[in-house]
């Protein structure tokens, strides 16, 4: 029986071409592809900047260097989310600490977050940044974020790396809310460019700053320079930068993907809704859809409702592994693992989390997935409960 991976990259014969085309050019890295690759995005998702990286976790790392976050900063985010997502604060020297979920969206909760902020104040420990993370695809509740932001005065980043294509409000995310938005392109996100990611902003100074710093803090921008150049070829660095630079040939698969944007969150979507109805009768808390906004549909999540079975998630797991079902989890609480617990972080801090982790698994979605490979796991999910 054929393995049915929990997602897998869509790649077309454009996306061949494109790539083919790069490595028959003059140009692998830093050619025109990048900017061309940034300029489409930016147009796409309605945002002024985009400057392309190496992949989302550098993009995370520099855009909080961008917004400021150095040694005693701090910053706020998510247990319930890939560890980038709270390791990029420590890469700057700031603390980390966690906000727990709202159980319906998964997502960073707005009462949570609010009470961590009044109580915070209190002590004079108000966070510089705060990370909110669309899990799944889904946005957060960006606009009370922002709301809180102002009284607070925390900068915002939001790390949209499963939401290329998602909407919230009637806007794209990443282009109204967040001082800065994060993109993943890995091979099996919405687009992919293989590796890489993006970050999005309205604040051209700190996109300016993103440009020096993937690219070792250097520049031949004759405007910022410092001295007088010795020649053509003289360059400045003026800062501590990085070799987060995207290629050429990544660039230009990422094109030719986002060309199919639209279509491949459509067919997601298509099969979203088709999950809905055949897991409908099952012990299973779905993802719940929102009328104020579109998930991206990255990930399709069940959680095993223990209230209406004796089975655990666990025993569930490994029935449809034994099928061939390549069901994952996402994800285990950041702050339980073990480096975080060396931090003075504990199971039972962010409940929420923890109960969702015990529940959650993460079931086969990508845009070739057939009718009859969705039926399969609908049936082994079925059998899982029954047997």
Same mark, same amino acid.
């Given at each position: 029986?054929?393995?049915?991976?929990?997602?897998?990259?869509?790649?077309?014969?454009?996306?061949?071409?494109?790539? =083919?085309?790069?490595?028959?050019?003059?140009?692998?890295?830093?050619?025109? *592809?990048?900017?061309?690759?940034?300029?489409?995005?930016?147009?796409?998702?309605?945002?002024?900047?985009?400057?392309?990286?190496?992949?989302?976790?550098?993009?995370?790392?520099?855009?909080?260097?961008?917004?400021?976050?150095? *040694?005693?900063?701090?910053?706020?985010?998510?247990?319930?989310?890939?560890?980038?997502?709270?390791?990029?604060?420590?890469?700057?020297?700031? +603390?980390?600490?966690?906000?727990?979920?709202?159980?319906?969206?998964?997502?960073?909760?707005?009462?949570?977050?609010?009470?961590?902020?009044?109580?915070?104040?209190?002590?004079?420990?108000?966070?510089?940044?705060?990370?909110?993370?669309?899990?799944?695809?889904?946005? =957060?509740?960006?606009?009370?974020?922002?709301?809180?932001?102002?009284?607070?005065?925390?900068?915002?980043? !939001?790390?949209?790396?499963?939401?290329?294509?998602?909407?919230?409000?009637?806007?794209?995310?990443?282009?109204?809310?967040?001082?800065?938005?994060?993109?993943?392109?890995?091979?099996?996100?919405?687009?992919?460019?293989?590796?890489?990611?993006?970050?999005?902003?309205?604040?051209?100074?700190?996109?300016?700053?993103?440009?020096?710093?993937?690219?070792?803090?250097?520049?031949?921008?004759?405007?910022?320079?410092?001295?007088?150049?010795?020649?053509?070829?003289?360059?400045?660095? +003026?800062?501590?930068?990085?070799?987060?630079?995207?290629?050429?040939?990544?660039?230009?698969?990422?094109?030719?993907?986002?060309?199919?944007?639209?279509?491949?969150?459509?067919?997601?979507?298509?099969?979203?809704?088709?999950?809905?109805?055949?897991?409908?009768?099952?012990?299973?808390?779905?993802?719940?859809?929102?009328?104020?906004?579109?998930?991206?549909?990255?990930?399709?999540?069940? !959680?095993?409702?223990?209230?209406?079975?004796?089975?655990?998630?666990?025993?569930?797991?490994?029935?449809?592994?034994?099928?061939?079902?390549?069901?994952?989890?996402?994800?285990?609480?950041?702050?339980?693992?073990?480096?975080? =617990?060396?931090?003075?972080?504990?199971?039972?801090?962010?409940?929420?989390?923890?109960?969702?982790?015990?529940?959650?698994?993460?079931?086969?979605?990508?845009?070739?997935?057939?009718?009859?490979?969705?039926?399969?796991?609908?049936?082994?999910?079925?059998?899982?409960?029954?047997?």
């Amino acid at each position: 029986m054929d393995f049915i991976p929990y997602s897998r990259q869509c790649i077309t014969q454009d996306d061949i071409d494109a790539v =083919c085309a790069i490595l028959k050019s003059d140009y692998l890295t830093q050619g025109p *592809a990048v900017p061309l690759f940034e300029k489409e995005f930016a147009l796409k998702h309605q945002v002024a900047e985009a400057v392309a990286v190496s992949n989302a976790t550098a993009g995370l790392h520099i855009a909080l260097l961008a917004l400021g976050v150095s *040694a005693g900063s701090r910053v706020w985010t998510s247990p319930n989310s890939f560890v980038a997502s709270a390791n990029c604060a420590l890469y700057c020297g700031a +603390s980390i600490d966690f906000v727990d979920i709202d159980p319906n969206t998964r997502n960073m909760s707005v009462s949570a977050l609010r009470a961590k902020l009044e109580h915070m104040a209190s002590v004079g420990k108000l966070p510089d940044v705060v990370i909110p993370v669309d899990f799944a695809g889904m946005p =957060c509740d960006m606009r009370e974020i922002r709301e809180l932001a102002l009284i607070y005065k925390f900068k915002i980043l !939001e790390d949209a790396s499963h939401a290329a294509g998602a909407n919230y409000l009637g806007v794209p995310v990443g282009s109204r809310f967040a001082d800065a938005t994060v993109f993943s392109f890995h091979a099996v996100k919405i687009i992919t460019s293989a590796e890489g990611g993006i970050v999005t902003t309205n604040d051209s100074a700190v996109a300016d700053r993103l440009r020096l710093l993937r690219s070792h803090g250097v520049s031949k921008d004759l405007g910022s320079m410092e001295r007088k150049p010795d020649g053509m070829w003289y360059y400045e660095q +003026s800062l501590l930068g990085y070799n987060y630079r995207l290629t050429e040939l990544q660039a230009a698969l990422g094109s030719s993907q986002l060309r199919r944007l639209r279509g491949l969150r459509s067919q997601r979507e298509t099969l979203v809704h088709r999950y809905d109805k055949l897991l409908a009768d099952l012990p299973l808390l779905l993802p719940l859809h929102f009328n104020d906004r579109s998930s991206a549909w990255h990930l399709y999540v069940v !959680e095993v409702d223990e209230s209406r079975t004796k089975k655990t998630r666990g025993e569930v797991f490994v029935k449809l592994r034994e099928k061939n079902i390549g069901v994952n989890v996402h994800y285990i609480p950041i702050h339980t693992q073990p480096y975080y =617990c060396r931090l003075g972080f504990r199971r039972g801090d962010f409940p929420a989390s923890e109960r969702y982790y015990e529940r959650a698994v993460t079931i086969p979605l990508f845009p070739q997935m057939t009718e009859v490979q969705q039926l399969r796991v609908a049936e082994a999910l079925q059998a899982a409960f029954q047997s």
